[in-house]
């Protein structure tokens, strides 16, 4: 598929298409650290399928978009207790999501967001709601500190996973399979073949460790967005694994309650990851959102 560039005021960013632009659209954005190409392409074809526009893109300092290039970030211990600022905010990578909606031409539309993508949502959402439909945050938070926590063996696990045993293509894909054992979750196999094949591609594409701490910066420095959330009236769908080592499902119930009438969708034994066996289920979830997100919240619901 084509990679097109959109620029939206000093930053460049890349996206793909999927369906009609005649049909409503849906714009995913991906989390920290990781390149659109992480939504698996069977995964959008459903949501174009069911009759959907479907952009997908890379954020700032990511993949084929624009990084900022010799800005330096916080130390992460310094960024957390707001010791020092980060390079950009998450406000500021909102707005660089609805500047794709201006190039694009994009009235409204449903807006899907996955960990860090769900805090850029959140806040597009708070920030420019006229132009958000519906909203779906996975494995995600309100950015409180006390809710979503990470938990501390599954960062020391992260930590040391990051150190690649042999350079190159081959040394980026055994980094990926290493992260991904520890996000993955017990109830789904790890989904090996996958995982190799989106870190090939991205490290293609081009891995930039800098760009990584920028956004880590960012989400390090977010507001609680539990109060605001409150005033929220887009209708929301949240998707949180049960067993999620990175943002705990404390994360995904704090937004379920503090946004009006949001439904909850929890899944036994899932991780921080999108699994090949959820694919169907989880695009059905949001495609029967976004057809009848006008109804009330209709509660939480336990799946898997």
Same mark, same amino acid.
């Given at each position: 598929?084509?990679?097109?560039?959109?620029?939206?005021?000093? *930053?460049? %960013?890349?996206?793909?298409?999927? #369906?009609?632009? =005649?049909?409503? /659209? !849906?714009?995913?954005?991906?989390? &920290? @650290?990781?390149?659109?190409?992480?939504?698996?392409?069977?995964?959008?074809?459903?949501?174009?399928?069911?009759?959907?526009?479907?952009?997908?893109?890379?954020?700032?300092? *990511?993949? %084929?978009?624009?990084?900022?290039? #010799?800005?330096? =970030?916080?130390? /992460? !211990?310094?960024?957390?207790?707001? &010791? @020092?600022?980060?390079?950009?905010?998450?406000?500021?990578?909102?707005?660089?999501?609805?500047?794709?909606?201006?190039?694009?031409?994009?009235?409204?539309?449903?807006?899907?967001?996955?960990?860090?993508?769900?805090?850029?949502?959140?806040?597009?959402?708070?920030?420019?709601?006229?132009?958000?439909?519906?909203?779906?945050?996975?494995?995600?938070?309100?950015?409180?500190?006390?809710?979503?926590?990470?938990?501390?063996?599954?960062?020391?696990?992260?930590?040391?996973?990051?150190?690649?045993?042999?350079?190159?293509?081959?040394?980026?894909?055994?980094?990926?399979?290493?992260?991904?054992?520890?996000?993955?979750?017990?109830?789904?196999?790890?989904?090996?073949?996958?995982?190799?094949?989106?870190?090939?591609?991205?490290?293609?594409?081009?891995?930039?460790?800098?760009?990584?701490?920028?956004?880590?910066?960012?989400?390090?420095?977010?507001?609680?967005?539990?109060?605001?959330?409150?005033?929220?009236?887009?209708?929301?769908?949240?998707?949180?694994?049960?067993?999620?080592?990175?943002?705990?499902?404390?994360?995904?119930?704090?937004?379920?309650?503090?946004?009006?009438?949001?439904?909850?969708?929890?899944?036994?034994?899932?991780?921080?990851?999108?699994?090949?066996?959820?694919?169907?289920?989880?695009?059905?979830?949001?495609?029967?959102?976004?057809?009848?997100?006008?109804?009330?919240?209709?509660?939480?619901?336990?799946?898997?």
């Amino acid at each position: 598929m084509e990679t097109k560039r959109a620029q939206v005021g000093e *930053i460049e %960013l890349a996206y793909e298409t999927f #369906g009609s632009p =005649a049909d409503p /659209p !849906l714009v995913l954005v991906m989390g &920290l @650290a990781t390149q659109m190409v992480a939504w698996p392409v069977p995964f959008c074809e459903a949501l174009a399928a069911a009759g959907h526009y479907v952009v997908r893109f890379d954020n700032r300092d *990511i993949g %084929l978009s624009t990084h900022l290039t #010799g800005i330096l =970030a916080p130390s /992460p !211990l310094r960024a957390g207790l707001r &010791l @020092a600022r980060a390079p950009y905010s998450i406000a500021d990578m909102a707005r660089d999501t609805v500047g794709l909606f201006d190039v694009l031409g994009l009235a409204a539309v449903d807006l899907v967001g996955v960990s860090m993508g769900g805090y850029i949502a959140q806040t597009v959402a708070l920030q420019s709601p006229s132009r958000v439909r519906t909203l779906t945050l996975m494995m995600t938070s309100t950015g409180s500190r006390r809710a979503g926590r990470t938990r501390l063996r599954a960062l020391a696990q992260l930590r040391s996973a990051r150190q690649p045993a042999r350079p190159g293509r081959e040394g980026a894909q055994d980094v990926a399979v290493a992260i991904y054992t520890v996000l993955w979750g017990r109830g789904y196999p790890l989904d090996e073949d996958f995982v190799r094949e989106v870190a090939g591609q991205c490290y293609d594409r081009g891995l930039d460790f800098d760009g990584d701490s920028r956004q880590l910066a960012a989400c390090l420095t977010q507001p609680d967005r539990t109060r605001a959330l409150r005033t929220l009236t887009v209708p929301t769908l949240v998707v949180h694994g049960l067993d999620d080592p990175l943002i705990s499902a404390t994360g995904g119930l704090a937004l379920a309650r503090a946004i009006p009438n949001a439904r909850l969708v929890a899944y036994h034994g899932l991780g921080h990851s999108l699994p090949r066996a959820l694919w169907p289920d989880i695009a059905g979830e949001i495609v029967a959102h976004t057809r009848v997100s006008a109804a009330p919240g209709e509660g939480r619901r336990s799946a898997g």
